[in-house]
C-alpha cells in the first residue's frame, strides 16, 4: 500500500471518528442545558429526570473521550507517516 493510500485511509478514519464523536457531544450539552438552563422545564420531558440526565452526562463524555482518543492516534499515526516520507 502507497503512502497517499494509507494517509487516505487514516482520513476516512478520521472522518468517522469524529461523525462518532458528534453525538456524544450533543448528549453531553443536552444535559448541561437540562441541569444548569432548563431547571425542571425542558422542551423535552425526559431532560426534567436527574437520572436521565446523569446517564447522559456519562454517557456523552464516554463518547467524547473516545472519540478524542481514537482522532488523536489517527492524527499522531498521519504525521508520523507524512513526516517519515
Known sequence: MSLEQQIEQIDKKLLMARLVDLPG??????????????????FVNFLNDPKVVDSMFIFGLVLMAWGGFRVFKLKRERVRLVNGA
Open 25 to 42: 457531544t450533543v448528549i453531553f450539552l443536552l444535559a448541561i442545558y437540562a441541569r444548569f438552563y432548563a431547571k425542571g422545564d425542558a
